[in-house]
């Protein structure tokens, strides 16, 4: 859950937490431990769970986001 949902244009490469910076973070309901990345590869819809606070804390790699991905 972050702030302000909604479609955002990728335009460049960004990360996970950049992403979520152009939804304004986190919402205070938001389970940042487990954030669902869901992405289309050939056809076949899959789906990969990231913990934002361990990204943050350098613990965790910041994934890319892509054109059409839903987080």
Known sequence: AVREPGSYPVLRQI???????????????????RVAVFRTIGGQRQAAAFDVQAIRRGQSADPIIYPGDII
Do not use: I, Y
């Open 15 to 33: 990360t996970l937490l950049q992403a979520m910076a152009l939804a304004k973070g986190a919402s205070e309901d938001a389970n940042v431990r």
